[in-house]
């Protein structure tokens, strides 16, 4: 897989390096990262982002970008996840 044809790989590894969305209101983060993937997966998180293809040898999952609100509305959580 050649990674650049999915820029939301790399992006999702420097928003966690960085700890760019912590705090941060789900209108932030839609304003920043575009509308959430709306596919049914990762039910417990509220926005939910596919990245592309699992990266490495001949995966068929996928990556995700997944985020959790706190009882504010505001980013408590995030990670990557696989399906």
Known sequence: MNQASYPR????????????????TKAEVIELLGKP??????????????????????????EWLLIQLNDSGRVSKYELGRD
């Open 9 to 24: 790989l790399e992006m999702a590894d420097d928003l966690i390096h960085d700890r760019t969305l912590y705090g941060k």
């Open 37 to 62: 993937s709306n596919d049914g997966y990762f039910k417990t998180y509220d926005l939910v982002y596919w990245l592309g293809p699992s990266r490495g040898g001949f995966s068929v999952d996928s």
